[in-house]
T-cell receptor, first 110, second 115 residues
Framework: TQLLEQSPQFLSIQEGENLTVYCNSS?????LQWYRQEPGEGPVLLVT?????EVKKLKRLTFQFGDARKDSSLHITAAQPGDTGLYLC??????????FGQGTRLTINP | GAVVSQHPSRVICKSGTSVKIECRSL??????MFWYRQFPKQSLMLMAT?????????EQGVEKDKFLINHASLTLSTLTVTSAHPEDSSFYIC???????????FGDGTRLSIL
């Protein structure tokens, strides 16, 4: 069974600080997606990374896929209250299935 | 962009009732759809893979007779929670990949509350 360990599960920081969320696994994934989920809604895709070592930037968010395609990180620079939410990493497996990490509940305090 | 619509968004019903949840791909065809369950403050857990024109594939520990899945067309999959009980209360979410090389797009979820 493929597992994704996401950390930290809870993070509360002040506006303007930087943070990094990690997803780690002993398994290789064909792709790695990062989603953001608001209460009462479905996850919304932020980014997909597919190549080992790949780095993608989305404004203040930087996503990286590990060289061996077993881990990924999400770094947010100068966090803002609008970044508050549940962030989920998900690894792509065969047959289009996704394996989700436990999620990181991020709170940015003004 | 690809849109997945889920209905209803919220259901409150008595114990013993069967509840049907619909998942539609609005602007693309989906031969495969996925059903997830999410308990409060937890991540998404895959329940089953819905396959158009054939039987669904259930994950380990998910009762196929409890959670009936029908995927009768390329744009619609339904999940029926049969004889629902309070422990079935959860947030149910469906997803579909527009094609084999694209990430999944998720519906907005259905909040099921069994009294």
């Amino acid at each position: 069974t493929q597992l994704l360990e996401q950390s930290p599960q809870f993070l509360s920081i002040q506006e303007g600080e930087n943070l990094t969320v990690y997803c780690n696994s002993s398994s290789v994934f064909s792709s790695l997606q990062w989603y953001r989920q608001e209460p009462g809604e479905g996850p919304v895709l932020l980014v997909t990374v597919v190549t080992g070592g790949e780095v993608k930037k989305l404004k203040r968010l930087t996503f990286q896929f590990g060289d061996a395609r077993k881990d990924s990180s999400l770094h947010i620079t100068a966090a803002q209250p609008g970044d508050t939410g549940l962030y989920l990493c998900a690894g792509g497996t065969g047959a289009q299935k996704l394996v989700f990490g436990q999620g990181t509940r991020l709170t940015i305090n003004p | 962009g690809a849109v997945v619509s889920q209905h209803p968004s919220r259901v409150i019903c008595k114990s013993g009732t069967s509840v049907k949840i619909e998942c539609r791909s609005l602007d693309f065809q989906a031969t495969t759809m996925f059903w997830y369950r999410q308990f409060p403050k937890q991540s998404l857990m895959l329940m089953a893979t819905s396959n158009e024109g054939s039987k669904a594939t259930y994950e380990q520990g998910v009762e196929k007779d409890k959670f009936l899945i029908n995927h009768a067309s390329l744009t619609l999959s339904t999940l029926t929670v049969t004889s629902a009980h309070p422990e079935d209360s959860s947030f149910y979410i469906c997803s579909a990949p527009p094609d084999g090389n694209q990430p999944q797009h998720f519906g907005d979820g259905t909040r099921l509350s069994i009294l």
